[in-house]
């Protein structure tokens, strides 16, 4: 397995970054006041974002000049930390299978994807946004082992998470880049009548939930 460049290679790093449209499309699917994970955060672009709209975050990055641009900023905890060489940082600290939302871009560690589906809470969202195949062609990372395959976080999300929303292709702005992006849900219900427990009818047809693609 390979990986990006530590500390989000390729990630905006200032406070005044303007949080990816992707994340922004999608924040609303966010759980009210749920507690955010910011992975590779870089400056904390999302962070703030999230913070702003009333989410408790928890910023994870290797950078410590770049989390320090968080601190004092409300509803911002900060955790310098190797992602890459060292444990899964928030193992014991009893942040497993907590987190409303899950929110990476611009950055590709493939072992840590299924520690980033166990972090969601159960109607959790990851939103994850990261170069991919041909990148190469018109900038920086351009090594192929750091490019996602065609399909490849597609893949690795499913069937874990039901995936609401996925793009693999090229845009222009605000750089030219090729990227694959996806918004999917760690469903909080089940429809298997061998799993609905007490006095329901086994054939009760659960509600069917809705996720407002509109924003």
């Not at 955010?36 to 910023?59: K, Q």
Request: net charge negative.
């Amino acid at each position: 397995m390979t990986t990006t460049h530590t500390c989000a290679a390729g990630a905006p790093q200032g406070a005044l970054a303007e949080p990816s449209r992707w994340v922004r499309r999608w924040a609303h699917l966010v759980a009210p006041g749920g507690a955010v994970l910011d992975v590779a955060s870089g400056g904390g672009r999302h962070a703030r974002f999230f913070a702003e709209r009333g989410h408790p975050v928890t910023a994870l990055d290797c950078d410590a000049a770049a989390l320090a641009t968080m601190r004092g900023v409300p509803g911002i905890e900060t955790l310098e930390c190797d992602l890459e060489g060292a444990p899964w940082p928030l193992a014991n600290e009893r942040l497993e299978s907590r987190f409303a939302a899950v929110v990476v871009t611009n950055y590709l560690h493939r072992p840590l994807m299924p520690r980033l589906i166990d972090a969601l809470a159960p109607g959790g969202v990851l939103i994850y946004e990261t170069f991919a195949q041909g990148n190469g062609t018109v900038g920086k990372p351009s090594n192929p082992a750091f490019l996602l395959a065609p399909g490849e976080l597609l893949e690795a999300c499913m069937p874990a998470l039901r995936v609401i929303a996925y793009q693999d292709g090229f845009l222009s702005q605000p750089r030219e880049a090729f990227i694959q992006r996806i918004c999917a849900i760690r469903e909080s219900h089940s429809t298997n009548p061998a799993e609905i427990s007490g006095n329901r009818d086994a054939t009760q047809v659960l509600p069917v939930p809705r996720y407002d693609l509109a924003g």
